[in-house]
């Protein structure tokens, strides 16, 4: 994994956790969290956490700044809680990214409209296309 640095002032990334899940108390005890961002082959990974258990899954995770992280991610950010929004029956947890770490080659794991998806390669791109990144 490679490190990277944002530019943004602080840097921020959220994200939105039922009431009830162990992970919240988790969270607000640690007073930090951790995200990882599937690679696009990682579906397997993305369907055990949305319920559907595979115990061919073994040994998932690492520490990175003292925070679990999934093995294989396309990146990982750990950051600290800065802030909570609770929202119907969810909360929003908002942390200042301390660390952040990336394999360049990875692309991510996209879901949407019930199917996995993935982002089309820069190279595939028509020239126009390329320069609205």
Do not use: W, Y
Request: aromatic share 4%.
């Amino acid at each position: 994994m490679l490190s990277c640095r944002s530019r943004s002032t602080p840097p921020l990334i959220g994200v939105c956790v039922g009431t009830r899940s162990t992970l919240l108390a988790r969270v607000r005890h640690a007073g930090r969290f951790a995200v990882s961002v599937l690679a696009q082959d990682m579906e397997a990974h993305a369907m055990h956490f949305a319920g559907r258990r595979n115990d061919t899954l073994q040994d998932l995770f690492e520490p990175c700044d003292g925070l679990p992280v999934l093995k294989g991610a396309g990146a990982v950010f750990t950051t600290d809680l800065v802030q909570q929004v609770t929202t119907g029956d969810h909360v929003i947890l908002i942390g200042q990214v301390c660390s952040m770490a990336h394999d360049k080659a990875a692309r991510p794991l996209l879901h949407h409209a019930g199917q996995f998806k993935s982002i089309a390669s820069p190279d595939s791109c028509s020239p126009e296309r390329q320069h609205r990144a």
